[in-house]
């Protein structure tokens, strides 16, 4: 088998000082930005339990995101490969994250809802058997160490 390295660059800056640094838990902003190059702004921040900005993507729902992206561009390919037209696809992901006591803690798992529309030449069949191909392939997927679950839905266009 071969192996081919692929290297990816994101660039974070941390927006959250607010004049005193990190004196204090409370005394700072977990505000951060990422960029890459001609791509925009991502706004950043912790979880709003841990003093984070709700209006900011936090770091569990980006997790969260990555994995709901990689299935559905790996389904796609998968579909096109079988013969199967997608038209429309839509997912709302939910992910899980147990605290410990010592102040970490961890993803546990990740359910996957995907909602696809096929045409009605497409066998609905394989258009499902396609999910659980996909985690297989999914480069994210393949790297987290906890469950990625699916739930799908498949809508035959008439």
């Not at 546990?108 to 999910?131: F, G, Q, W």
């Not at 392939?137 to 809508?155: G, K, Q, T, W």
């Amino acid at each position: 088998m071969r192996h081919r390295e692929h290297t990816y660059q994101i660039d974070l800056n941390w927006t959250g000082n607010s004049g005193e640094g990190t004196s204090t838990y409370r005394s700072y902003s977990r505000n951060h930005q990422f960029t890459g190059p001609g791509k925009p702004v991502l706004e950043g921040s912790s979880d709003p339990t841990f003093r984070g900005d709700a209006a900011r993507y936090n770091p569990e729902e980006l997790l969260v995101a990555a994995l709901s992206s990689c299935h559905l561009l790996t389904y796609l390919h998968l579909c096109a490969i079988n013969n199967i037209v997608v038209t429309a696809y839509s997912d709302h992901a939910t992910g899980s994250m147990n605290e410990t006591d010592d102040g970490g803690g961890q993803m546990t798992e990740v359910t996957l809802h995907p909602r696809v529309r096929i045409t009605a030449a497409s066998n609905r069949d394989v258009a499902l058997k396609l999910h659980g191909e996909a985690p297989k392939l999914c480069f994210i997927a393949r790297s987290v160490n906890f469950p990625v679950l699916h739930e799908p839905m498949i809508e035959v266009e008439e």
